[in-house]
């Protein structure tokens, strides 16, 4: 087994440019020198758009708009060159001399102690650490942007730095619409990414007018400036696979049993840890050296090997030894998928329990997904140079791969969809992935459940979904201390009385909380994920708040969750797949979410088309809100977390859905404001039956 010598660095705004110099603007007068990108970092892949020369000279005028006349003439042909070599101007003579990192909100000088915290949160997605593509302002899954091009970041911490409780930041797919005069019960920032008129909502709509510098993709939190790093997804996917053996291989215990799945650049990285904690033989597959590398150094990616034989060798091994473990392989997964295919023809052994896929299948032919045909290297060429080729081998490569998971799970393997498009995309190509007798289907019904359909579905009718803390101090000890306080919370939730399928949630993550620390799982900042329900969510803040005001946490917190939540997310492929009431397709309740967030007391709220699944076929939202041991954040914090779960469980109990019935009709008798309407079940299907049409 080949092994990688781990370095470890640690990132800090140095000599070159302090956190004064990143608020001060927009520097024009003089131009700060040109810049080159690194080429030791990984960087996003050269963006396709197709435009005309007369729209090429558009994207060129449209950059121009941030800067003065006078330097028209010295930037127009540097970005010109940007738009043609990287298919998008970037800006990079303005990016920052020094990795990005999240500093602590008391070092950063800000009007607004509530602009500063989102200040903190935005520079921790950038964190070289953190981020997929840093110097492309890519966090993760490929293209999803935090801002456009770093002309905006410049005038967006200035903005934020300047902005007072009496203004709101308005902010345009990563353009910083400006200032605009509020309230301090208002939001301090409102947010939109890559909302559309619908007819105009298509990939290459998308690749067009992102080239044009008119729209972005801000993925989830990418773009809502709440990711923390890979620790954002591995709780859910920790609860994903011991579910899947719950479920599925009918254990609790995973010893000995291998998970295969592909990514470890963003949230994908998260798979890596989870196998571990949840004790099976995790084998994940990774085109990009830098990405495995990435991770293999900040520990959560066990062992790492370039060479088949020597991967079936070490999955030999570990599942003998049911030892944990997570073993990257530097490759195409469908070498690997294909291998334990070939061995189960040649020895009868399946040797794969559990299987999923992560990578950026929303975005297949713009380096979402690798063809197995080339290497990485070779693949990026082709996509600048033949974008076609690139799409027709991705979608051969896409063929092959089903073929592959196909045999091993008609041997008996348990494979899920992970909400990425992988099947959705695979139907495109041509692929087999349609349940028998429905092969010309082209609705979200697939051979292979989505997580949501099979494993995690009832958890977020039950309002349990993934609720999330910074620790705006960057003190590890704050960090501690939320930890032990939300264990606290969470015994004395169960220790009141509740119904045995909402305690066993809360058994499940209590156990995370109180293991959280010793899996080492902050990246950037002082973060952590834990699923809750309504209920818990709002004592969690509460208490977190009630703990800054007595001195107990040094600093401000920011509550926040993944998009992926209740009620924050529409996607039929994702989020609302388990919605069969025809609604799957409506986005009433992610963009309700929203505007509801933002009344109830936000700090800021966000609403992106994209996310997940992709552009055009999802509606997302989310939120950020600090506590400052106030009385004011207490009543924010309240509201806005009761809302912002029951409008999901609201929206899913109307569906049908027995558990989100049972959940919001305790939630109605906990809350007498709070009057939802039911639905009324056809008990008799004969009525229904008898219809002639």
Same mark, same amino acid.
């Given at each position: 087994m080949s092994t990688v010598? !781990?370095?470890l660095t640690t990132l800090r705004l140095s000599r070159t440019e302090s956190i004064h110099d990143l608020i001060s603007g927009l520097q024009t007068s003089p131009l700060p020198p040109p810049q080159r990108r690194n080429p030791s970092i990984a960087h996003a892949p050269v963006r396709v758009h197709n435009l005309s020369e007369q729209e090429c000279r558009l994207a060129v005028e449209n950059a121009l708009r941030y800067f003065p006349p006078s330097t028209h003439a010295v930037l127009a042909p540097e970005f010109a060159e940007e738009l043609v070599q990287y298919g998008h101007i970037y800006m990079y003579r303005f990016m920052p001399r020094d990795p990005l990192y999240a500093v602590p909100v008391d070092e950063i000088p800000a009007k607004s102690r509530q602009a500063a915290a989102i200040i903190?949160?935005?520079?921790?997605n950038l964190d070289p650490r953190v981020a997929q593509f840093p110097q492309e302002l890519v966090t993760y899954g490929g293209n999803g942007q935090v801002l456009a091009n770093w002309g905006q970041f410049r005038l967006v911490l200035h903005y934020l730095s300047t902005m007072t409780d009496d203004q709101t930041l308005v902010m345009y797919s990563g353009h910083p619409m400006g200032l605009f005069p509020s309230?301090?019960?208002?939001? @301090?920032? *409102? *947010?939109? &990414?890559? +909302? +559309? *008129?619908? #007819?105009? =909502? =298509?990939? %290459?709509d998308y690749d067009r007018l992102f080239a044009l510098g008119v729209t972005m993709y801000g993925q989830m939190t990418a773009g809502s400036y709440c990711y923390i790093g890979p620790q954002g997804i591995v709780h859910g996917t920790t609860l994903t696979v011991l579910n899947a053996g719950r479920l599925k291989l009918g254990t609790n215990d995973l010893a000995g049993k291998v998970f295969l799945t592909a990514g470890l650049g963003g949230m994908s990285g998260a798979q890596a840890k989870a196998a571990v904690i949840c004790g099976c033989v995790g084998v994940i597959a990774e085109v990009s050296y830098e990405a495995l590398k990435k991770r293999y150094d900040q520990g959560w990616l066990v062992e790492i090997t370039d060479n088949l034989p020597d991967l079936l060798k070490a999955v030999e091994i570990a599942v003998k030894e049911k030892r944990a473990t997570s073993i990257g392989y530097h490759g195409n997964v469908v070498e690997v998928w294909e291998m334990f295919a070939?061995?189960?023809? @040649?020895?009868? @052994?399946? +040797?794969?329990d559990i299987g999923s896929d992560q990578t950026s299948c929303h975005n297949p032919f713009n380096g979402g997904y690798y063809p197995v045909q080339y290497g990485y290297e070779e693949a990026q060429k082709v996509l600048e140079k033949d974008p076609q080729l690139f799409k027709e081998?991705? !979608?051969e490569s896409l063929r092959r791969h089903i073929a592959a998971i196909n045999k091993l799970a008609d041997a008996?393997?348990?494979?899920?969809?992970? $909400? #990425?498009?992988?099947?959705l995309e695979a139907r495109r190509a041509g692929a087999n992935v349609s349940k028998p007798g429905e092969e010309g289907s082209t609705d979200a019904t697939f051979r292979y459940p989505t997580y949501v359909q099979d494993i995690m579905g009832d958890i977020f009718s039950f309002g349990f979904g993934p609720f999330r803390w910074v620790c705006t101090s960057g003190d590890p000890s704050d960090l501690e201390t939320t930890d032990k306080l939300a264990a606290e919370v969470f015994e004395t939730i169960i220790a009141s009385g509740l119904p045995p399928e909402v305690e066993e949630k809360y058994q499940d993550n209590l156990k995370w909380i109180k293991d959280a620390g010793k899996h080492k799982m902050v990246v950037g900042s002082q973060a952590r994920i834990l699923y809750s329900d309504q209920r818990g969510r709002a004592a969690l803040a509460l208490r977190f708040n009630e703990a800054i005001r007595k001195g107990e946490i040094s600093g401000s917190i920011v509550i926040s969750r993944d998009h992926h939540d209740v009620s924050g997310t529409d996607s039929p492929f994702r989020e609302t797949s388990n919605i069969y009431d025809g609604s799957a397709v409506t986005a009433d309740m992610a963009v309700q979410n929203c505007i509801g967030d933002a009344f109830?007391? %936000?700090?800021w709220v966000a609403l992106h088309n994209g996310g997940g699944v992709g552009?055009?076929? /999802?509606? &997302? $939202?989310?939120?950020?809100? /600090?506590?400052?041991g106030s009385e004011d954040a207490s009543r924010r914090a309240y509201k806005m977390l009761n809302w912002d779960v029951s409008n999901g469980v609201a929206r899913r109990a109307w569906s049908g859905n027995p558990n989100a019935q049972s959940t919001i009709k305790r939630a109605m008798e906990e809350d007498d404001n709070l009057k939802i309407t039911l639905a009324n079940r056809v008990e008799d299907r004969s009525v229904l039956e008898k219809l002639k049409f």
């Open positions: 010598t !781990q370095t903190h949160m935005l520079l921790n309230s301090p019960s208002a939001p @301090r920032a *409102i *947010i939109t &990414n890559g +909302m +559309m *008129i619908p #007819n105009y =909502s =298509s990939r %290459a070939e061995e189960l023809e @040649r020895t009868g @052994r399946l +040797m794969v081998k991705v !979608q008996g393997m348990y494979f899920f969809d992970y $909400g #990425n498009a992988f099947l109830r007391g %936000a700090t552009w055009g076929e /999802v509606v &997302n $939202g989310g939120f950020g809100l /600090v506590l400052d």
